[in-house]
């Protein structure tokens, strides 16, 4: 029976959290092992792998994973990375194989090197990689390197496989199937938890809408300029734009991308249409992350664009999820918009997920002399339509 003794008069006793919302904690908790440097195990279909992000696991991790498993480390890199480690080219076994296993020599397990292999950024590996030889690929090994990407983590891993019914004491477990799940499940389950008014240099009439998913993750914004429920409720559609938040270019002002002035420019032109909805999403860097964008600068620095940047961190493209736009936008009861917006990805990721475009507005700034290349880019790469 259900103790209540400790329930203030008039509650009722708290129900059991769902299934989905269990397996959403799971996730986020083994997101923030791997981010302190704690191994955890990913479960699956009769298989085990024991996993820790190579940036961050220091020698106590690595000593629980030798003893845990016994078998001998290998390294888990996206193909691009795996191919700059061995400095040749890696042949992949399957077109969308996402994933190369690198066995590790006992004297290159030290974190220091383990690092150096994961960031391209950081220290020459003076050869090491040569010493390095491929590994058959784990099962299991691309939920693996998805739940280090999640943490915003370099998607490097060192990996120990372990039978799906070995013991691990005091390490958390997540399923393969949760960790794949993650991303539509958190989307999903977002609900508003705070608002207010903030009148803003841009648009004096503003309310800042927060939503968080049910894992308690990272909280995404709506700001709302003017009434966008009175153009709706006329038979109209509002202005929208989905922003990624730039801490770099929204509140410091870098020159090297064009984040600034289309958030300023965003909110201007709602306030001169009179209502609009701008989306400010927790998506740094086109979902990699802040320290993972400073690192991609720093590529960029030595001749990569954005997206060869983002590749060679052992990331997509584009990392972002735009189900996150259109849950915010149904829980605001807005069923279809204007968007401001020059990328087509966009365009489709609402659509797909059940929003209406109306229109499509241009959302284009002139560069700036830094960011020349950066628009060039989006131009002939990503396919963001720029021109008027």
Known sequence: MR????????????????????????????????????????????????????????????AEMAALSGAAPVLLLSPVRAAAVLQRPVPLNAPDEGAVALRLPAGLTAPE?????????????????????????PALAAPALALAKLGRLLPALVACPLPATAEAPGLLRVTASEVQAYPASAAT??????????????????????????????????????????????????????????????????????CGPQLKGALRRMAEDGAGILLYLAQEGRGI???????????????????????????????RNFLVAATMLRLLEVPRVRLLTNNPDKLAGLTACGIEVVTREQHAFAGNGVNDRYLATKAERFGHMLEE
């Open 3 to 62: 103790n209540t003794a400790l329930l203030p008069s008039g509650l009722a006793a708290p129900r059991p959290p769902s299934a989905e919302t269990v397996a959403l904690r799971a996730v986020h908790r083994a997101v923030s092992e791997l981010r302190r440097g704690t191994p955890v195990l990913i479960q699956g279909e009769g298989a085990g792998l024991l996993v820790a992000a190579a940036e961050t696991v220091g020698a106590q991790g690595l």
């Open 113 to 137: 090197r383990l690092r150096a292999f994961a960031d391209p950024t950081a220290e020459l590996l003076l050869g090491d990689g040569q010493a390095l030889e491929r590994a058959a690929l």
């Open 189 to 258: 389950s977002l609900r508003r938890v705070g608002e207010a008014r903030v009148p803003l240099e841009d648009a004096p009439e503003t309310r800042i809408v927060a939503f968080r998913a049910a894992d308690g993750g990272i909280e995404h914004l709506a700001m709302l300029v003017g009434e966008p429920e009175a153009v709706l409720a006329q038979g109209g559609a509002p202005l929208a734009r989905l922003h990624s938040e730039c801490f770099t270019g929204d509140l410091l002002g870098s020159l090297r991308c064009d």
């Open 289 to 319: 992350g802040l320290v993972n964008k400073l690192r991609a600068y720093t590529l960029q620095d030595q001749g990569l664009d954005t997206l060869d940047a983002n590749r060679a961190l052992g990331y997509g493209a584009d990392e």
